[in-house]
């Protein structure tokens, strides 16, 4: 990340700052990782109160109604044939 924003990527002359790569992770990694973590964080206690259910084919046809969604869950099942 730090490289993506220097002078080298126009073929200029760079000089390494150590400063530069701190910066680039205060600013950049970790929000990232903080909002990952979070995300993360209530993934786990979603499913630690919330039942788990694996639906069927069947199901997810018989309850999807919108075209977008009946779109989506076709593009899903070619690609997880392609990579079956």
């Known amino acids: 990340m730090y490289l993506c924003q220097s002078p080298a990527v126009r073929a200029q002359e760079v000089r390494f700052k150590a400063d530069g790569v701190k910066e680039v992770i205060k600013v950049v990694f970790l929000p990232w990782f903080n909002s990952y973590r979070f995300f993360a ?44």
């Open 41 to 84: 964080q209530n993934v786990v206690r979603y499913e630690l109160t919330q039942p788990f259910k694996v639906f069927t084919e069947e199901e997810l046809e018989k309850s999807v109604q919108h075209v977008m969604d009946k779109w989506i869950l076709q593009n899903f099942k070619k690609l997880t044939d392609f990579t079956h």
